[in-house]
């Protein structure tokens, strides 16, 4: 039986890429989360549930954004089977997945691909609260279009000075930063001792970053 008991209409599905689709979700009864946070969702009642990174800081309104790479097997291809209007099905989770910042060091957000999820909403409750440290995000893809919300950030890097915002391609030759995220992270903080790092994307990718930073006198990773 699915753990998926909270249903949600799908407000808007809107293509930011070839393969990222970002989901607005207006649950049919409110609950809380936080920035951080993600939730599991099913495309029918009492089916299968994939976990997926809340994009957004909690509103007003309460309605979900998610970034959501469809990979072209039996569970995606259900999910965008559905369109505007249609019900999916929640579970919420019980706890966050990336903690709020302490407030007492700048922060490094260390992104790859659409890891950028919790990372949206975590920078995006900041901003709201005003937090003084200074900020930092390094974005990793392969091409430009999977860069696929760089106005939003370069938006928020323009209107706020404490927001540092730096993409960085691995397979493709631009005007920007190239090669692997975690390279141009250290390139630019060789000593990272002093800094709160958070690193979500592939596991591999996680994994390396991790290691490497602790290497360099990383401290708190999350």
């Not at 407000?11 to 049919?28: G, K, R, T």
């Not at 989360?33 to 994939?50: K, Q, V």
Request: with cysteine.
């Amino acid at each position: 039986m699915s753990n998926a008991t909270l249903s949600a209409t799908i407000e808007a599905i809107n293509w930011l890429s070839d393969d990222i689709a970002q989901l607005w979700l207006a649950p049919q009864k409110p609950f809380s989360w936080h920035a951080g946070d993600y939730l599991e969702m099913a495309p029918e009642p009492d089916g299968n549930t994939r976990p997926f990174s809340i994009a957004n800081a909690p509103n007003a309104a309460g309605r979900i954004e998610l970034h959501i790479r469809h990979s072209g097997d039996e569970w995606y291809n259900a999910l965008f089977m559905h369109k505007v209007g249609d019900t999916v099905y929640l579970a919420p989770a019980s706890k966050q997945q990336y903690p709020m910042p302490a407030g007492d060091r700048p922060l490094l957000f260390v992104a790859g691909g659409n890891g950028f999820a919790p990372f949206k909403a975590l920078i995006e409750q900041l901003l709201q609260d005003g937090f003084a440290q200074p900020i930092t995000l390094y974005w990793g893809a392969r091409r430009q279009q999977d860069l696929y919300q760089d106005e939003v950030i370069r938006a928020w890097a323009r209107n706020t000075p404490t927001l540092t915002y730096v993409p960085v391609l691995s397979e493709e030759d631009w005007a920007g930063r190239t090669g692997l995220v975690a390279d141009a992270v250290l390139e630019d903080h060789p000593d990272l001792s002093g800094f709160e790092i958070y690193v979500c994307g592939p596991w591999p990718m996680v994994q390396d970053a991790r290691a490497r930073f602790a290497e360099h006198g990383a401290e708190r990773i999350h």
